[in-house]
Nanobody
């Protein structure tokens, strides 16, 4: 089992920045990927970014490339998502996830409870 807890969400104006964090506990040494997903009201959950735990290879949705950066701290079992130049369409609940599969976009096996990000125009 892997437990995931997100933090760092909030309200920010368009063009601003936020940094999300995810603290992982449990059998994290078995995780191949950790990722961020988001779900806006009335929309399906979508992939945002992923990082391969062992070699820190990173993957991004086209909509966030160049503005978002995913990173992880292996010693602390934490993952972060630095979000810059935020747009109102980024408003969503952001979820941290962990995968034992070798596919960055899923499927994922464990999920956090989510943290709200609201970007005002």
């Amino acid at each position: 089992q892997v437990q995931l807890v997100e933090s760092g969400g909030g309200l920010v104006q368009a063009g601003g920045s936020l940094r999300l964090s995810c603290a992982a506990s449990g059998r994290t040494f078995n995780s191949y990927f950790m990722g961020w997903f988001r779900q806006a009201p009335g929309k399906e959950r979508e992939f945002v970014a992923a990082i391969r735990w062992n070699d820190i290879g990173t993957y991004y949705a086209d909509s966030v490339k160049g503005r978002f950066t995913i990173s992880r701290d292996g010693a602390k079992n934490t993952m972060a998502l630095q979000m810059n130049f935020l747009k109102p369409e980024a408003t969503a609940v952001y979820y941290c996830a962990a995968s034992f599969n070798n596919y960055p976009r899923g499927p994922y096996d464990f999920w956090g409870q989510g943290t709200q990000v609201t970007v005002s125009s």
